[in-house]
Every structure is written in C-alpha cells, then in structure tokens.
C-alpha cells in the first residue's frame, strides 16, 4: 500500500492529462459532435454553447494542472477536483452519450478523494509576474475554446461562409463583449455566443488579477549579508571544499544551520531541488543542515540532489539522508609544492610554453582589485568580448560574475604579447591558501599554447607566494577514459568510450580530460547525490539546465 501511495500521485496526474485529451477531443470530434447536436433542441442555446466552452477550456485546464498533481501540490489538487466536478456536471446537463469519458472523470476523482493526502506539497515560491503568465495561458485556452465553438457547436449557423481571420477576430472582440464581424442566422444563436465568450473573458481576466493581488512569496535568492557570511565562513575553514566559493552565486538561495555558522547553497530547477558541492561552513552542522534542507525539499514536494559534491560532503548526504551517489568525474587540482616542468610525462606542456615564450607571449599573476583601474576595465571588457556570444554559464563550479569589487580576493593571470592582453585565467578564493579556477579565456587569435602558459605560470607564482593549490578544470568521466585505456578493459567499457568520444566532437569532454591531465594533477572525484535510482534521470535533466552542460565546457577550457 505505502508503494502505491508512492506512485499514486504521478499515475493521477498522467491520467488528468489523459482525461483532459479527452475532454477535448469528445467535443471536437465528429463522431462526438454529431451526438451532442441530437440535444440542441431539447436545451437553451446559451446552455448549449456554456458547456460546450467548458469542456473544451476545463479539458486544458486538466492538461495544466497535471504536472502539478505529479509534483503533489495541495492547489492542484482542489483545482482538479473542482474541474472534474464541473466537467461531470456538464456532461451529465448536456448529454448521457459519453460514458466511457463520464468513466473516467468518475474513477479520476475517487482516486483523488481516496489518496487526497498525498497532495501535501505548499506551491512553489514565485513571483509577483507569475501571474502574468497564467494570463496569457489561460487566453490561449478561452481563444482556442471561443474558435472550437464557432466550427464545432455553430457551424452552418453563421451568415455565410467567414473566414479564419474574422473568426478569431470575433472571438477576441467576444471577450470584452463586442460583437465580432460574423454573423449569425439567428439573434439567439448571436447572444449565446457572446454571452459565452463574455463570461470566459471575465473569468480569464479577473483570476489572474486574485492571483497578482493576493500575498505571493517571492522567490528569496541570497541577499548582501548571506553573502558576506559566506565568504567569512570558507575563508575560516581551511578543510572547505575547493568548490565553496561558487556558493556566493548570487543566482542561489541559502538554507542555513540554526546559528548561521552552515549552510547549504541551491536553486531549484524544473522541481529538483539541487545543491551545488559540499555544505559550506562548520562540518559538525553539515547533518543540522542537511535535515532542514530535507524539510523543505518534502513541504514543496522538490526531489533533493546534489551537483558536484565531494568525498567529504557526499559521505555526509549518503549517511544522513540515506540518498545514493554516482560519480560523474573528477575535478583537476595541482599541488603546487610538487609541480615541476621536469621530466617526460609534462614534457608536452614544456613544449607548448617554451613555443610561446619564444614567439614573445608572457604572462603575469595579480589580485584583481591590485590591477590598475584601466586594466580592470580591459579585463572586463575582454572577458566578454571572448565568449563571443555565448551567454554566462554554469552553477556549481563557476561564477555569475567577473572581477566585482566584492570578490577581492579573487587573483587573475593575465596572457601578453606586446604588450596587449591575449589570455586571462580568473580564480577565486579556495580557503586562505588555495585557488579555484572559475574562467579560462583567450582570444581567438591568440597561439595555441597559452594556456599551458597561464596555467605555468600561475603555479609557478604560487609556489612562490604560499599558495598550496590549485583547482582547474572538471573532467567528466575521467575514470571511464583511464579504464578505458587499459589492455584489461572490456568491450563495454571500450564502447562506452566510443560513443562519449564521439560526442566529445561537440561537448569537449574527452579533450579537457586529456589537457587536465598533461599537468600531473591530483584528482579529486565529484558525484550526483539522488534519493532513489528513478529519479535520477530527472536529477540529470535538471542538473543540466542548471550547468547549461555544453556551453560550459566551452567557456571553462576554450
């Protein structure tokens, strides 16, 4: 029974999609529209035309409202039982012909009185604008209706033959009651049709205002305090994961432990509610967290995930939330005391900066808010100007901005030739000691070769000034390709390779695997933490839209 209730919610919605199909298709269909007409003489015209209008608008409704039954949502579930309790009045007042559709809207809301308690999800935080597009929505759904009624319950009732263009005008003008340029052959005909059209006008205008006027949560993302809380907190934490910066998003929202002392950072998208790394902050209040993270997930009826955790923060999740985990790739970090350009294995990266070098390319490393103001500005400048129309990507493993006074304590290596900036390397703050990259850019007609030179140089830097780490790109995959490579490795491992080879034409993976790798880096994997093996290709999904997956890669290794 407990797995029933567990699915009953998406088979009720998917069947609220269905009934609404219906709804639609037993109006509109010949077959149905030639028992409907059997009846006209036997009711008012205006009753006639009403509930014609009714089932063709509930029966999109339905088809609305059915992913927020999927999703649990207590208003959508007294919308739904409302419609259906229309729909079947309205039926049953026109006509006794459709029994197989009075069936299903029966068995429909039986089964949403009886799991009634599995719709418990509050809506979804919005905006004050939200209703504008239930507006918009719900006059498609009463245009639609108005043009379903003049071809299907009016035709060879109008003067002549109208066109298309007229019909729709007629409708639209309907609405706010005028009569359109069709005519029709009688006055009672005419007033049902704008009796009708007038009263769905109403109804589409002044729901959507209840909505606007009415108290609407705002969907709350991360103000200048929590941010400089953030900040404070990772820079205290010298065991914060190397991710923990891209927390201070300012796309995000925050749910904080009781004392403010940790918190994790999310964004919900397409009802996922998706974290992104490792809680940041004392690790003792990581499971505090967590469980408050927990509590909201299940009051909306989000599914709960995590992009890009770490060992560390996924043992967390797995232990307190008893959710599973999947490795999805691993992030490249340099320990600075150990790199060296000596010996075979870099020996290509030697190349490729000793090449540079010699057509004249250097670079140099700086705090950001160090650099003179006109090359601030530069950098911004050029920092867009290089994504060449590719818009800001990314969620967990990079920033929604570049080079803000905010961040100042965020270092850049700049690229040169004569003089003039050909490549820059952007890196946050990773605890006092570390660095994370966020953006790797260059311009189009720069050598290849300077990013190996940026990437040298900067660790070349640290090593100099007391910086241990370095984080650079995240690799997917990773242990595939090494598996792959190895003369143990089977068929499938091989043609799982194969065909992420092949998409790598487009998506870059297997190329900045193998340009992480040619700098000797420590691997530290990265996982997707889901709660239940079926969920998680909706957690891919939405983990995806969240990274905007394949610009990403574009922007962070171009």
Same mark, same amino acid.
């Given at each position: 029974m407990t797995k029933l209730r567990d699915y009953a919610p998406r088979v009720i919605g998917r069947s609220a999609y269905l009934v609404g199909v219906i709804d639609i298709l037993a109006n509109v269909l010949r077959p149905f529209k030639a028992s409907a007409e059997k009846i006209d003489t036997y009711l008012p015209l205006v009753a006639n035309s009403t509930a014609f209008a009714t089932a063709v608008f509930t029966g999109v409704i339905l088809i609305i409202v059915a992913r927020g039954l999927i999703r649990r949502k207590k208003r959508a579930w007294g919308l739904t039982v409302a419609i259906l309790l229309i729909n079947l009045?309205?039926? !049953?007042?026109?006509?006794?012909?459709?029994?197989?559709? !009075?069936?299903?809207?029966s068995a429909l809301l039986v089964a949403l009185i009886i799991f009634r308690k599995e719709f418990y999800a509050v809506?979804? +935080?919005?905006?004050?604008?939200? +209703?504008?597009? =239930?507006?918009?929505?719900?006059?498609? =759904?009463? @245009?639609?209706?108005? @043009?379903?009624?003049?071809?299907?319950?009016? =035709?060879?009732?109008?003067?002549?033959?109208? *066109?298309f263009g007229n019909v729709v005008l007629t409708v639209l003008e309907g609405l706010i009651g005028i009569s359109g340029p069709v005519e029709f052959s009688s006055e009672a005909v005419s007033n049902a049709f704008d009796i009708t059209l007038l009263f769905f006008g109403i109804a589409t205008l002044i729901i959507p205002l209840w909505f606007f006027f009415k108290h609407v949560e705002e969907i709350k993302t991360m103000d200048a305090d929590e941010l400089q809380q953030i900040k404070k907190l990772i820079k205290l934490d010298e065991d914060q994961d190397s991710l923990g910066y891209f927390a201070t998003r300012r796309d995000k929202s925050v749910v904080w432990s009781e004392n403010k002392k940790a918190g994790i950072a999310y964004r919900v998208q397409g009802g996922v509610m998706l974290a992104s790394g490792d809680p940041f902050g004392e690790f003792s209040l990581w499971p505090e967290v967590i469980e408050k993270f927990l509590t909201i997930a299940k009051a909306h009826a989000w599914t709960p995930a995590v992009m890009g955790a770490g060992d560390r923060g996924g043992e967390v999740w797995v232990e307190k939330a008893g959710m599973l985990a999947i490795e999805i790739g691993d992030e490249a970090i340099i320990n600075v005391a150990d790199f060296s350009l000596e010996g075979r294995p870099i020996s290509n990266v030697r190349q490729m900066v000793n090449r540079v070098k010699r057509k004249g390319y250097d670079s140099y490393t700086s705090k950001f808010v160090e650099l003179p103001l006109e090359t601030q500005n530069e950098l911004r400048r050029l920092a867009k100007l290089w994504r060449y129309g590719v818009p800001e990507r990314g969620f967990s493993m990079s920033m929604d901005r570049f080079g803000e006074s905010i961040d100042d304590e965020?270092?850049?290596?700049?690229?040169?030739?004569?003089?003039?900036?050909?490549?820059?390397?952007?890196?946050? +703050?990773?605890? *006092?000691?570390?660095?994370?990259?966020?953006?790797?850019?260059?311009?189009?007609?720069?050598? !290849?070769?300077?990013?190996?030179l940026m990437i040298v140089g900067t660790t070349l830097w640290a090593k100099e000034n007391g910086f241990t780490h370095i984080s650079l790109n995240f690799a997917a995959f990773r242990s595939l390709f090494e598996r792959a490579n190895k003369i143990s490795a089977g068929p499938i491992t091989r043609g799982t390779r194969n065909i992420i080879s092949f998409f790598s034409n487009w998506f870059q993976v297997e190329s900045l695997y193998r340009f992480n790798a040619k700098f000797q880096p420590e691997w530290q994997p990265r996982y997707v933490i889901y709660p239940r093996a079926s969920e998680l290709v909706k957690v891919g999904i939405a983990a995806i839209k969240a990274e905007k997956f394949i610009q990403s890669f574009r922007s962070r290794s171009a």
């Open positions: 009045v309205s039926d !049953l007042f026109r006509s006794r012909s459709h029994p197989l559709q !009075l069936s299903v809207i809506s979804d +935080p919005t905006t004050k604008f939200q +209703p504008v597009r =239930a507006f918009l929505i719900g006059l498609v =759904a009463v @245009i639609l209706a108005g @043009i379903f009624i003049l071809y299907f319950r009016h =035709a060879g009732q109008t003067v002549g033959n109208p *066109s965020a270092y850049i290596t700049v690229a040169t030739l004569d003089n003039q900036i050909t490549g820059l390397l952007y890196f946050v +703050p990773w605890g *006092s000691h570390k660095l994370s990259l966020d953006r790797m850019q260059r311009s189009k007609d720069s050598e !290849l070769g300077i990013n190996e």
